[in-house]
Nanobody, 128 residues
Framework: QVYLAESGGGLVQAGDSLRLSCTAS????????MAWFRQAPGKDREFVAS????????YYADSVKGRFTISRDNAKNAVFLQMNSLKPEDTAVYYC?????????????????????WGQGTQVSVSS
């Protein structure tokens, strides 16, 4: 079993930055993609970003490209999401996810069904 724990969420103003962290415990999850998804109130969960095992490929939703950066530290079993230039529409619960497979495909990397392990989420709220 793998347990994912997110941290770093909070309430910020538009234009501010936040850095989310996700640490895995239990079995190592360094083998497959790790990703961030988010879910705003009343909306479906949506893909934010994904990164392959060695970090040589990353995938982003169009809505966050150029503002968010995903990275990972396999030695620490961790993945991070640096969020800059935050907007009110970025307000959501952000979830960390881990896959047992490496996806060098934006299509599969962005599907929540590609990920087996999920964290409990961390709230990000951006005021205007």
């Amino acid at each position: 079993q793998v347990y994912l724990a997110e941290s770093g969420g909070g309430l910020v103003q538009a234009g501010d930055s936040l850095r989310l962290s996700c640490t895995a415990s239990g079995r190592t999850v360094s083998g497959g993609n790790m990703a961030w998804f988010r879910q705003a109130p009343g909306k479906d969960r949506e893909f934010v970003a994904s990164i392959v095992r060695n970090g040589d490929a990353t995938y982003y939703a169009d809505s966050v490209k150029g503002r968010f950066t995903i990275s990972r530290d396999n030695a620490k079993n961790a993945v991070f999401l640096q969020m800059n230039s935050l907007k009110p529409e970025d307000t959501a619960v952000y979830y960390c996810a881990a896959a047992g497979t490496i996806y060098y495909s934006a299509h599969f990397a962005s599907q929540d069904s590609s990920y087996y392990y999920w964290g409990q989420g961390t709230q990000v709220s951006v005021s205007s």
